[in-house]
């Protein structure tokens, strides 16, 4: 396979030494071939593009990452802290790479499947194939084709019909390699009926300037139940581009509940696909950055069928330097009548130089309708300061508890309670150190 | 009750105090003694509240003349938060909400910082738990408010007991009760007004802020004061209040 030249430096630089994976598998080796095509002729989006006019990734552009390989894995004792105590099922992935002594998969119930992808893919090629890259587009999406060209390991979820997993899985991705690119990968899929509750997780340890594309796509079948809790603590440093595409089946739930601590420059993209009827979508986000961070969350909510209920809340609390962007389409499509859709958007700005792009989009093509989007920006609110200060709260502490209580609607909600307070801790910490 | 020789606990003197740009206080004097109960009566915009929450501190309201000694100290060089911590203490007409906090995580964090301030050992969460729940049966105060968010979605009248039930566990040196009775009923009246009398002692001091009377027959003050203008220009005993009641308030202006 010859690639095409590439027409960006950095895309050039990404694909430099990139080799076809010699996999026996021919729909794969086709899938990466098309993808690695897409890669080289896609352009890298820039403030121009419309759907990256708020998100500059110029930096990101500017650093040479070479593929993640040969970094030493880390002992277990240093990333243990990481691990939620309720999920007895645990894959971990070290700089992309599958780590199986770091994780768990013993005890897992009849009609499960949870491993890495590599190791499913042969067995389970037709439950597989139909939807590995099918949901996620990497036609117009070019960090998509690059992850998909990079195809060659991930986390498998597949839950038979009418099966339940009783504990959460955890996909702990831990980045420790200077100047290295990673392509994390995920799929689940959650049968007529199955359920479960994923917790998708991106650490940094230490410092390192690293870049994660990530893609992870989730099908959930008729009436399935999916909680999906996607948290990025990366560096401080770190690049973080992720898509993630899910499709519901008719009567399907699902519930994601996105936090977004980490990264220099952070982009997620989630596309929720309405399939059928009668689907129930809750979906919660919360960034909480400072410094010179950037992040920014992508979403559409596409209503393709009838009587479809969506909520959706997205905070941001924005200190120091740092930017938020956040952009939520709602998108209901002709005939998708009875639709129930709402969005509210509020942010948190705790400095004069701190930035926040909201943008919600309503495109309704059905006449009997319900959608809503609220956006809401601003600081603290000075009766609620005065109120705390007035019973002896320093002024300090009773801005962190207010900045807390920003975040707890969404932190609250999380529905696996050793990981809720972790991230009410880092919550606390952080606002602690702004105050 | 009043007792010449009784510890000054509040001198106000000059007062003057603007909000959004108009004094609304215009030179108000008081002196409050421990063991008293003030009540300070007026009409609508008379400046009651204003000097209230110029007491309390609230950064909305500036003070532009006047000095006011709370323990002897200097009111003004010290904090809202540091206001609070000497003893201070403002029943909001006008409870804040704040969503996403617990009430008990908020009582507790008050409490503590309270007794952290008197050089006392902070409670751990179970035992403020059986604390907060004693102070409530003073208010009849179901258990169910603890693990609210504060004051949110509260009735007028639960966030006035909420009110009262702080400052049951904050134990001021002065309490200033800005219309605490405004928006009760007259069960929740006297509920609350049973809960300032079971904590009104020889030591510390009360000052309701009140537009009506009804109040004053459940806490009877030691003094009673009308403002107009944004001074007090009248100060009598109790009876001036059923005073105020039968003739309103328009023969006080004449009068003073």
Redesign the interface.
Known sequence: MNAVTARHPYIESLLKGYEMPRSGISWLNELRARALERANALKVPTLRDEEWRFTDIGPLTKAAFRPAAGAPRPAPANIAGYFVPEATVRLVFVNGTYAPELSATAGMPQGVVVGSLAASIAAHAGVIQPHLARHAGFEDEIFTALNTAYLRDGSFIWISRDRKLPAPVQLLHVSTQPESAAYPRCLVIAEAGAECTLIEDYVGLGDAVYFNDSVTEIVAGEGARVRHVRVQRESGGAFHIASCAAVLAKDAHYASHTVTFGARISRFNLNVLQQGEGVEVKLDGLALIAGRQLADTHTLMDHARPHGRCRQVHKCIVDGGAHAVFNGKILVRPGAQLTDSSQQSRSLLLSDRAHVDVKPQLEIFADDVKCAHGAAIGQL????L??????????S?ARN??T??????VIDRIPVPSLAERLKQTVLARTQAVA | MIRGNAKMLLEVKGLRAKVGGAEIVKGLDLAVRAGEVHAIMGPNGSGKSTFAKAL?????YEVTGGTVAFDGKNLFEM???E???AGL??G?QY??E????SNSA?LR??YN??RA?RGRDELDPLEFDDYVREKMKLLEMDAAFLDR?VNEGFSGGEKKRNEIL?MAL?EPRLAILDETDSGLDIDALRVVANGVNRLATADNAVVLVTHYQRMLNYIVPDYVHVMGGGRIIRTGGKELALELETRGYDWTKVAA
């Open positions: 609110d000075a009766e609620q005065f109120y705390l200060t007035s019973r002896g709260l320093s002024d502490r508890l207010l807390y209580a920003f975040a707890a609607e | 309390a501190g609230h950064p909305a904090t809202p938060e206001r609070a911590r203490f403002l909001f409870p804040v704040i969503p996403g906090v908020f964090l008050a910082t309270m301030a968010s702080q904050l």
